[in-house]
């Protein structure tokens, strides 16, 4: 639970860091909301690959911990 809370925490500071930056740099709202999307437009392979690995880490972790607990019991 607290990875996930972690997980969020991070992600939505960094999104509205990159969103408010935009902003006080005098970009339209709406571009400005279209462009958090743009690391993903000019991703590489890898990145994606990257990403896939690091979300499936967050998934798997906390359910083979659940699983080794269980068995414990």
Do not use: C, E, Q
């Amino acid at each position: 639970m607290k990875i996930i809370l972690i997980f969020l925490f991070v992600f939505i500071g960094m999104t509205s860091l990159h969103y408010g930056m935009d902003v006080l740099m005098g970009v339209d709202r709406s571009i400005a909301m279209t462009n958090i999307y743009n690391p993903f437009w000019v991703m590489t392979p890898f990145g994606y690959l990257l990403i896939t690995v690091l979300l499936l880490s967050l998934v798997v972790s906390p359910i083979i911990s659940f699983i080794r607990k269980k068995f414990k019991d």
